[in-house]
């Protein structure tokens, strides 16, 4: 047989590898993994929603990460527990999350700025915000033990910030950073007046641009890293209490998936080297740790995704007065 009489063996040959396990290995997203976190426990709106609301939602938002078997811390606001007449039932959703297998963190009593309070109120706001989530963890056997700066903000010059860290070490905290956010709350708002009128095309409209733009979040926050620090860390995800969440948390749980994601626990992320990089940021205005290193290093991150003009247009239209 002369050599080119083989040459259709060989293109066969390289169609069926294209085309068969080969191809499907080479397509394989990258193993990474995450920690989830949500913020605002009981619930961001508990000040506007009856406890039963906020129970339902619960129960939804943990039925799911429960079913799939996903590792969660939630940081709770004390402040949202005390509305009259409710407070009993409102620490039985905060419950909810102990009995459901979670753990919760510290997000102060009031989700107070530590850049727009001063140092010693922000500390106060901290411990007052220990006193009810102290109790129901030590009924499980558990420690109080991750600490979520409200706003991101973790000081606006350098001195406050590291006396704030070590207020928090003093009383046993590990600071639990954030490395993706979407920002949901944005959507959750909106989410939310349209579920009470009933408008089901704009909560699809919402969900749908959602995924979509926490896609596009996940992409720019993985290549900065990669560009950052060399690699992709073990990420950390900020969500918050919202219905926004409790109706499509699977959804957003199969986004990742299909970005290649395995689901940790913040301890896991925590034990990443990452997290111990040289940090000095300090701003007006909080950010994520991704953002951290990158100005630490002198290399302020560019071309973040812009986030929807609609829905910001939509929300500061659901906070004006109202005559």
Not at 3 to 11: G, M
Not at 155 to 166: F, V, Y
Not at 181 to 203: F, H, I, P, S
Not at 263 to 287: K, R
């Amino acid at each position: 047989m002369r050599p080119l009489s083989r040459l259709p063996i060989i293109v066969a040959c390289a169609i069926f590898l294209l085309s068969g396990p080969v191809a499907s290995w080479a397509q394989k997203p990258p193993e990474r993994q995450v920690a989830i976190t949500i913020d605002d426990l009981p619930a961001g709106s508990a000040n506007m929603m009856p406890t039963a609301t906020i129970s339902e939602m619960t129960a939804k938002l943990l039925g799911t990460l429960r079913d799939q078997r996903i590792p969660v811390v939630g940081f709770v606001n004390e402040r949202k527990l005390y509305k009259f007449g409710e407070v009993d039932e409102r620490i039985k959703a905060l419950r909810m999350w102990l009995d459901y297998g979670f753990e919760l963190g510290n997000h102060t009593f009031s989700h107070m700025s530590l850049n727009q309070a001063g140092l010693k109120a922000w500390e106060d706001d901290i411990v007052q915000g220990e006193s009810v989530t102290r109790l129901l963890m030590a009924e499980y056997n558990m420690k109080l033990r991750y600490f979520r700066h409200p706003f991101l903000d973790t000081g606006r010059d350098l001195q406050t910030r590291r006396e704030a860290e070590a207020f928090l070490v003093n009383r046993g905290y590990r600071i639990a950073p954030v490395t993706l956010d979407a920002w949901d709350w944005m959507y959750a708002g909106v989410y939310e007046d349209a579920k009470k009128r009933g408008d089901t095309a704009l909560q699809q409209q919402l969900a749908s641009s959602y995924l979509s733009y926490s896609d596009e979040m996940f992409a720019y926050s993985e290549q900065l890293a990669k560009q950052i620090i060399g690699y992709e860390p073990r990420q950390i995800l900020l969500l918050h209490a919202n219905q926004l969440e409790a109706d499509h948390i699977g959804e957003l749980l199969d986004l990742m998936r299909k970005r290649g994601y395995r689901f940790i626990t913040l301890a896991d992320a925590l034990s990443d080297q990452a997290y111990s990089l040289p940090d000095t940021f300090v701003g007006e205005e909080g950010t994520g740790w991704i953002d951290h290193w990158a100005i630490t290093q002198g290399k302020p991150p560019q071309g973040s995704p812009v986030f929807p003009q609609w829905v910001i247009d939509r929300s500061k239209v659901l906070h004006q007065p109202q005559p």
